[in-house]
């Protein structure tokens, strides 16, 4: 079992920065992929970034196309850590952004889910 606790949302203005936390719980984070999503109002919610666990595979990111280039998924395993770093924020990102976690290498569904954590971004 794995508990994950998203922190850093707020309210910023277009252009910004934000780095957004997800802590999870348990001694083996290192094993997991790790995932952000998010959900707009009246929408789904949709993919962001990715990174797998550490593997004879390595470890590989992905990013939904809208936030290539501005986006990045760092992981600490030693601080059971991932974050998603969001640079030149537009209105478009604002939404509830979610953590998630697997224990599949490339998971077409993800086990593990944290409450949300709040981002609103202002033109």
């Known amino acids: 079992q794995v508990q994950l606790v998203e922190s850093g949302g707020g309210l910023v203005q277009a252009g910004d920065s934000l780095r957004l936390s997800c802590a999870a719980s348990?001694?083996?984070?290192?094993?997991?992929?790790m995932g952000w999503f998010r959900q707009a109002p009246g929408k789904e919610r949709e993919f962001v970034a990715a990174i797998t666990a550490s593997s004879w595979k390595g470890i590989s990111t992905s990013y939904e196309d809208s936030v290539k280039g501005r986006v990045t998924i760092p992981r600490d395993n030693a601080k059971n850590t991932v974050y998603l770093q969001m640079n030149s924020l537009k209105p478009e990102d604002t939404a509830v952004y979610y953590c998630?976690?697997?224990?599949?290498?490339?998971?077409?569904?993800?086990?593990?889910w944290g409450q949300g954590t709040q981002v609103t971004v202002s033109s």
């Open positions: 998630a976690a697997s224990r599949v290498y490339l998971p077409h569904e993800y086990e593990y």
């Open positions: 348990g001694r083996t984070f290192s094993s997991y992929t």
